[in-house]
């Protein structure tokens, strides 16, 4: 069965400070890739979506993912964080064969500090 | 924009009791979801269900039950309640793509915060 890490379980960044939270998968078919963001109070909504093509993504907020099939990862980024930016983010997989339902990372906490 | 609704935000409950909780979406979708919450675990799947009556058991069923009459509707039933069922439970719904994948993005409820005492 397929598995979703998220090694980063609390992230603490200052405002304008670069992003990178890591996501790695395990399932060598076919996998469709997202990141939810859940920012605090509110429900959890999608940031970006990969199924194919090119690899690097553009979601909203300015964030962005690159697939590296090679790595199983799919790792999500952001040059400059902002305070509203703290959420916590969880990355999720798809995958054709077996069961037909995402499977989530334990999320990574994100807290900026203005 | 699709709304899918929880019927309570927060739930406190006995030991024991039969507890319903109970998720409506207003976009005609056919796929629906639980799952659960849990700080460090992220989102573990309870049930699915992709048509009317239809159902499939997802990561952690055990302990727990599906209901679906209605294709905006379902609810996720917990037999009897015990105290490590406590927790956020969070209900979403997708249209289905005909390719064999789940991908179209699914959409969340607020979530039930729900505590067994």
């Known amino acids: 069965a397929q598995s979703v890490s998220q090694h980063n379980h609390h992230v603490i960044l200052s405002e304008a400070a670069s992003l990178e939270l890591g996501c790695n998968y395990s399932?060598?078919?076919?996998?469709?890739l997202f990141w939810y963001v859940q920012y605090p109070g509110q429900h959890l909504q999608l940031l970006l979506k990969?199924?194919?093509?090119?690899?690097l993504v553009k979601g909203i907020k300015g964030f962005e993912a690159e697939f590296i099939k090679s790595k199983f990862s799919f790792n999500l980024r952001k040059p400059s964080v902002q305070w509203s930016d703290t959420a916590e983010y969880f990355c999720?997989?798809?995958?054709?064969?077996?069961?037909?339902?995402?499977?989530f990372g334990s999320g990574t906490r994100l807290q900026v500090q203005p | 924009d699709v709304k899918v609704t929880q019927s309570s935000r927060y739930l406190v409950k006995r030991t024991g009791e039969k507890v319903f909780l109970e998720c409506v979406q207003d976009?005609?979708?056919?796929?629906m979801f639980w799952y659960r919450q849990d700080p460090g675990l992220g989102l573990r799947l309870i049930y699915f269900?992709?048509?009317?009556?239809?159902?499939e058991k997802g990561d952690i069923p055990e302990g727990y039950s599906v209901s679906r009459e209605k294709k905006e509707r379902f609810s996720l039933i917990l037999e009897s309640a015990s105290t490590n069922q406590t927790s956020m439970y969070l209900c979403?719904?997708?249209?289905?793509?005909?390719?064999?994948?789940?991908?179209?993005?699914?959409?969340f409820g607020d979530g039930t915060r729900l505590s067994i005492l």
């Open positions: 979403a719904s997708s249209s289905p793509t005909g390719d064999g994948f789940f991908n179209q993005p699914q959409h």
């Open positions: 399932y060598g078919g076919t996998v469709n």
């Open positions: 990969y199924f194919s093509g090119d690899p």
């Open positions: 999720a997989v798809n995958v054709k064969t077996g069961r037909r339902a995402l499977t």
């Open positions: 976009m005609d979708h056919e796929n």
């Open positions: 269900s992709y048509d009317v009556k239809m159902k």
